[in-house]
């Protein structure tokens, strides 16, 4: 039995009267607070006990998880219109937070490499939503369909399990497993979905009887929690007086302006006695604006130290990208719940956290971001507080720590990178702050995404997350921080979990990763993520940050001196750090040149662990002779040491020449661009020397031809460059390679080994993108967007009475284009004939005729009209001396004039030829005020969502808007208020295809 109350109703047992009165008083009591109350409360009765794994093994009930022979897409992702308003939001030039340079700590400090690294899983499923707990003495991982359970070594201790193993006829997945460490509890989830076999809108959840998930019973409860509206990416967390849920669920808003259940919470101390009449409530979250997809996650406790007291909060970001939104922040709402009186729980408004401008936005809201080696582009889990939020309690104050993707590249382009938080509050139920925030890139280059992360019992993050690019498969990777470094940054380098051999053939992209921390210890951090060898699997790392040594004292680098003007009594300074537990002081360092007289002192100060020092050396170092090159070796000799792998490091250092010069570089001209008969040369100028250098002599030679030599009058400081342009120009007009020597001839150079390079100049017409190869055959290469076409020319030599004619293959319909060509200031006419009549002339052009002028090496646009076919059409070009008429430019001549020296063309994929699929319909755009656009399109044809996107003129998607099918109609308002002034497409279809039109935003 299902005991059901709605909107505040009291239990049966009051009267009418008396249930009337109470909503009131309390209604304004909410209403003085600015709290509300839950929008759903039942009671939950319906229990179901289910054997120990072990024990079904042994009666033969226990089931496996079926396996297709053809990889399924599950659980496509829900959302609602998607609120990311083209052009709005800040930053525009990249994350603030990003660290454009690491301290010597950061890069040499520590080095780590795994603890453990097994294979989970083989999964069918695309994506395979790879989560997972370690407990005492047990890890649980799960995915789509199944779960495995292995012990601390990573052995398996039972095969693969079925979700139906534990819930009966429901395989639906989007499991998520727990370990509630205060109950020491394992904890299975997944959700249920409408269908015909008779399921509902719900989550089902799975609570071991006892600490042992193989060996101990579990209680089941799989109906009642139901959630109205499909619970679409569930993420749970463990609070001390419920299990608290979030998901990406519709909200909708009703008549009265009540918004639906956003969140939801179990009664957890009933539920962990396999008792009945279980609490189950719903609530909206007040003032929440999302961008269509809604991730927000409860702080979960992470750890055997629980709050007793206190509400559970959820956070959730607010991009400024999303309508609604005025700038970057975090919201965190405090629920309160009173399992006596469930009615009077209640949900704070939001605290709003003032953080760094953040940008969660990929390609408009799509779902397909980041390139791989090949494949589609695949998911970056944008707009999602990822799996989990983790909290921790310690001696004086808590901590929580959560990330999310962002792109951390200006406009116009991407890189993703992590933006990760610690907030923390002095008690239980206090408030929340944040302690750090900071963005996190891969050093490789790499986007880096798909981050989970949590503290140990020292306060060290621990971050597992993925990283692709076009050019690296996804791979598995870990990080962190210890409590004591530089607020901000992940200091660990990154460290490797696995690399893919394969890549995914789906965008989707593993859903969840999850890091949790071993109670055992409360310093073993283990990682499930999803990656390809060759297959789509799920990979298992352990890591530990924490010092495994009391005592362990290292040289972390040699600081001084470095390469210049070194003397006969220089000062030697080194860094040390403490990378034990116990702190330490009072213990010998030391130093050596070539292995030679050793000199030991003592360092007398006081390092925690990981904390550094500097040290100079009261004695110096003969390091006086010029050029010469001086290995220096330093380290410490703690008698206690247990790790003297770190002890020592070893450093060259060169005693720099005083007059050292020379030539590094030839900047212009640039080889094979087409050159004239006067050319200036620009070099590289490096001083290598220790003193600073002026007026001296630089030269060049052609062609083992005469020297020309001119002064550089400007100053050049030690260990430094500068530029120089020789005033004297160069003849490169004849078609043909050059030899060019340049360099310095300073008279008291102690080095002349560097003084000069030697360079090879090819001057032609045919770069940089026509085939030099067959610069006489009269082919020209097309580039579009990396794709070469050819045009063939199909007239020879010069004429005054014939067109240039090429075949045009036009990929595109119709498509706007970026036509370039030009040589010697002549300006030209470029004309396509789409009607293919072989005419150009003014009278006689017909209208859909393209005709473009163009000033030298000016690009302009070209632009299809709508109606053209795929297929060659011919492209003509002429000069421009009049009208229409005039010389003619061949492309065959380059002695007369030249050929076509850069021809590119760009077609944006949003308008190419595609099937239309709204055969009733067509696309209208209305401007109801100033760019303020009503794009609709009418059909009866098509029930499903339709995604409304719009791009750029240079084909960058700019937002992506998922739309119902109302009454026969797609119906969007997009505001482009915020985007620049210019042309934009939008489109509405799927990837079946779809109908695009033309806005402008002025």
């Known amino acids: ?138 890890y649980v991982a799960a995915w789509n369909a ?14 693969e399990a079925s979700l139906g193993t534990l819930f009966e006829g429901n395989t639906e997945g989007d499991p998520i497993v727990l370990y509630d460490a205060p109950a020491d509890r394992f904890i299975i989830t997944e959700f249920e979905k409408d269908n015909q076999s008779g399921g509902v809108n719900g989550l089902n959840i799975a609570i071991c009887k006892g600490s042992d998930p193989v060996n101990d019973g579990w209680y089941i409860y799989t109906a009642g929690f139901e959630t109205g509206e499909f619970p679409d990416y569930p993420k749970y967390s463990v609070w001390h007086d419920g299990y608290y849920i979030t998901s990406n669920i519709l909200i909708n808003t009703d008549t009265a302006g009540n918004k639906s259940n956003a969140i939801f919470v179990m009664e957890r101390e009933k539920m962990l006695q396999g008792l009945a009449n279980v609490g189950f409530l719903g609530f909206p979250l007040p003032t929440l604006q999302t961008n269509g997809f809604f991730s927000p996650q409860f702080f979960n406790i992470s750890s055997p130290q629980a709050p007793t007291t206190g509400p559970a909060t959820v956070v959730y970001l607010q991009d400024d990208s999303w309508s609604g939104v005025a700038d970057d922040h975090l919201k965190l709402w405090d629920l309160n719940v009173n399992w006596t009186t469930p009615q009077s729980s209640t949900i704070s408004q939001p605290n709003i956290l003032t953080v760094s401008d953040f940008n969660s936005v990929f390609d408009g809201g799509s779902f397909s971001n980041l390139p791989q080696p090949s494949g589609p582009d695949i998911d970056a889990l944008q707009g999602t507080i990822m799996n989990q939020a983790q909290f921790r309690k310690f001696n004086t104050y808590n901590s929580a720590v959560f990330n999310f993707a962002v792109n951390v590249a200006p406009s116009g382009q991407e890189l993703a990178g992590i933006r990760w938080y610690e907030l923390r509050q002095a008690g239980d139920g206090q408030p929340w702050s944040v302690f750090q925030e900071g963005t996190y890139i891969s050093p490789t280059g790499n986007n880096a995404f798909a981050a989970s992360m949590a503290l140990d019992s020292q306060g060290t993050i621990g971050m597992g997350y993925t990283t692709v690019s076009a050019s690296t498969p996804v791979t598995i990777n870990y990080t962190g921080r210890y409590a004591n470094d530089p607020l901000g940054e992940m200091t660990v380098p990154e460290a490797l979990i696995a690399a893919s051999t394969g890549v995914s053939a789906s965008e989707r992209y593993a859903d969840y990763t999850h890091l949790t921390v071993d109670p055992a210890d409360g310093n073993t951090f283990w990682f499930i993520s999803e990656y390809f060898n060759t297959q789509r699997k799920d990979i298992i790392g352990v890591f530990k940050l924490a010092p495994d040594f009391t005592n362990d004292v290292q040289v972390v680098s040699i600081d001084s001196p470095e390469d210049g003007a070194l003397t006969s009594a220089q000062s030697i300074s080194i860094t040390i750090r403490n990378a034990g537990i116990a702190s330490q002081s009072n213990f010998p360092v030391t130093y050596s040149v070539a292995n030679v007289a050793t000199v030991t002192e003592t360092f007398t100060g006081t390092l925690a662990f990981n904390e550094s020092a500097t040290y100079t050396f009261a004695q110096t170092a003969d390091l006086s002779i010029m050029g010469q090159t001086y290995t220096l070796s330093a380290s410490t000799g703690l008698s206690s040491d247990e790790d003297p792998s770190n002890d ?40 290598f020397g220790s003193a600073a250098q002026t007026n001296f002599p630089v030269y060049y030679e052609v062609d083992n031809g005469s020297r020309i030599t001119e002064t550089f009058s400007a100053s050049i400081a030690a260990e430094s460059v500068a530029n120089y342009t020789f005033n004297t120009p160069i003849d490169f007009s004849e078609l043909r390679t050059y030899s060019v020597v340049t360099g310095t001839d300073l008279a008291t150079d102690s080095d002349n080994s560097n003084n000069s390079i030697s360079s090879q100049i090819t001057s032609s017409y045919c770069m940089p993108v026509a085939n030099c190869a067959l610069a006489d055959d009269g082919i020209t290469q097309i580039n579009l967007e990396g794709t070469i076409f050819n045009t063939t ?57 393209i005709i473009a002028l163009s000033n030298r090496d000016t690009p302009f646009t070209i632009e299809l009209p709508e109606g053209v076919n795929l297929g060659t059409y011919r492209m003509r070009l002429r000069s421009k001396d009049s009208e229409f008429g005039g010389n003619l430019i061949d492309p065959c001549d380059d002695i007369a004039y030249g050929r076509i020296t850069d021809v590119s063309v760009r077609i944006f994929n949003s308008l190419s030829v595609e099937e239309n699929i709204f055969p009733d319909g067509e696309l209208v755009v209305i401007e109801r005020e100033k760019n303020q656009f009503q794009i609709s399109l009418s059909t009866t044809e098509i029930q499903d969502k339709m995604a409304l996107t719009v791009f750029s003129v240079s084909g960058q998607k700019l937002a992506e808007n998922w739309i119902e099918n109302e009454y026969g109609s797609f119906k969007y308002n997009l505001d482009m208020s915020y985007a620049s002034s210019g042309v934009y497409i939008v489109r509405i279809g799927n990837s079946k295809g779809g109908q695009s039109k033309k806005i402008v935003v002025r």
């Open 793 to 849: 020319c199909t007239d020879s030599g010069y004429s005054n009475n014939t067109d240039t004619v090429f075949d045009l293959d036009i990929q595109g319909n119709p498509y706007t284009g970026l036509l370039q060509a030009g040589f010697e200031n002549t300006s030209y006419a470029i004309f396509i004939d789409l009607n293919d009549n072989g005419t150009f002339e003014s009278s006689e052009l017909v209208s859909n005729d």
């Open 146 to 159: 199944g779960f495995k359970i292995f012990d601390k070594q990573g052995n398996l201790l039972v095969d």
């Open 648 to 687: 020592s490091v070893e450093q060259t250092v060169t005693n720099l020449w005083q007059d050292d010069l020379g030539v590094t570089a030839l900047l212009a001209p640039q080889s094979q661009t087409p050159l004239s008969a006067e050319e200036n040369l620009t070099v590289q100028i490096t001083n």
């Open 1 to 138: 039995m299902i005991q059901v109350y709605r909107f505040l109703v009291k239990k049966s047992s009051y009267s009418i009267i008396a249930v009337v009165g109470v909503l009131l008083i309390f209604s304004a009591s909410l209403k003085a607070q600015q709290i509300e109350g839950p929008s759903m409360v039942r009671a939950i009765n319906f229990v179901k006990e289910v054997p120990s794994l072990s024990s079904q093994l042994e009666k033969g009930t226990f089931q496996t998880p079926v396996k297709s022979n053809v990889i399924q897409e599950v659980n496509p992702k829900r959302r609602t219109t998607n609120q990311v308003v083209p052009g709005k939001g800040f930053p525009k030039d990249g994350d603030p937070l990003v660290k454009t340079e690491k301290s010597k700590q950061i890069t040499k400090s520590y080095t780590s490499e795994p603890l453990q690294v097994f294979e989970a899983n083989t999964s069918r499923f695309t994506p395979s939503d790879p989560t997972g707990a370690v407990g005492l003495n047990h």
